[in-house]
């Protein structure tokens, strides 16, 4: 079964039951069975629940990563992203084959960039000359970083497959402005993977928030990458290390899901209490 648009329904882990009786509503969530793999991780190894994970891929999209987007266009040799995207796609597969959510969170502006703040507007348009985010200055074309353009899709390589969600972010971190945050609690996620572009930029950004919001975040440092100098990646990672979380290898997260026993891949719903009978109660 598949929406209008070819998506597979999303199956929600956040709704209450309701028993077939009719006379009672369960407020008690779907049951997500717990699970255990072991990542090799830094600082320190790392014990995970995939039932409470999400992978985040950020910003592979065609303005940042194709060599007739946007940022190409101004002169940034965007060639060093292709193993990020190479990589992302592996972890992408290895998480879904682990029933875990895919997340995409790409810039998607409004056309008319009524919630755009200035500050955001003049990174993208330093100079004022109408060349930044909604112009058609791209080599494509498409207007830079427009919700549904052709520089928002995903970059060649990545396929979102039904039952992926899909966030668009206005800002360099996911959280402002954007339904993510609501969107991972109603998934009822701890634990959220990075991977994407640019990791001393968005990735970082969205990290960072994510880790003040209080989930627990590992960053894939060779699916992440950055136009930035090489030490500004090298930065992040320790920032990272240091400061927030954990950074890990697509390898070693694809050897973790594998190395998992089979596990169930929907939740289970709670068993049904007997409704109480009225002529019980005094």
């Known amino acids: 079964m598949s929406t209008r648009d070819g998506r597979a329904p999303l199956r929600h882990r956040n709704r209450w039951q309701f028993p077939a009786d009719g006379a009672t509503v369960d407020l008690r969530r779907p049951h997500l069975p717990e699970r255990s793999v072991t990542l090799r991780a830094m600082p320190a190894p790392l014990v995970l629940d995939p039932s409470r994970t999400a992978v985040l891929v950020v910003d592979l999209q065609n303005d940042f990563c194709a060599s007739d987007g946007w940022l190409a266009g101004i002169g940034v040799d965007v060639s060093v992203l292709a193993p990020a995207i190479g990589l992302s796609a592996r972890a992408v597969a290895g998480a879904r084959a682990a029933a875990i959510p895919v997340i995409w969170l790409n810039w998607g502006n409004r056309p008319d960039q009524a919630n755009l703040p200035p500050g955001v507007a003049h990174v993208y348009d330093p100079r004022g000359t109408g060349e930044g985010i909604g112009s058609g200055t791209a080599p494509s074309g498409a207007p830079v970083l427009t919700k549904d353009s052709w520089g928002a899709a995903l970059a060649d390589g990545l396929t979102a497959e039904p039952g992926d969600i899909h966030v668009d972010k206005y800002r360099m971190s996911g959280f402002w402005d954007t339904p993510l945050d609501s969107i991972l609690r109603n998934l009822r996620v701890d634990t959220l993977v990075f991977a994407g572009v640019n990791s001393d930029q968005c990735v970082y950004a969205t990290l960072v928030d994510a880790a003040c919001?209080?989930?627990?975040?590992?960053?894939?440092?060779?699916?992440?990458?950055?136009?930035?100098p090489s030490y500004c990646h090298d930065a992040t990672v320790y920032n990272v290390r240091q400061c927030y979380g954990f950074t890990a290898s697509t390898p070693d997260l694809l050897d973790a899901l594998t190395a998992e026993p089979a596990h169930p891949t929907t939740p289970t719903i709670p068993a049904t209490p007997t409704a109480p009978n009225p002529e019980d109660t005094v």
């Open 213 to 228: 919001l209080g989930y627990d975040v590992v960053m894939l440092d060779d699916a992440s990458a950055t136009t930035s």
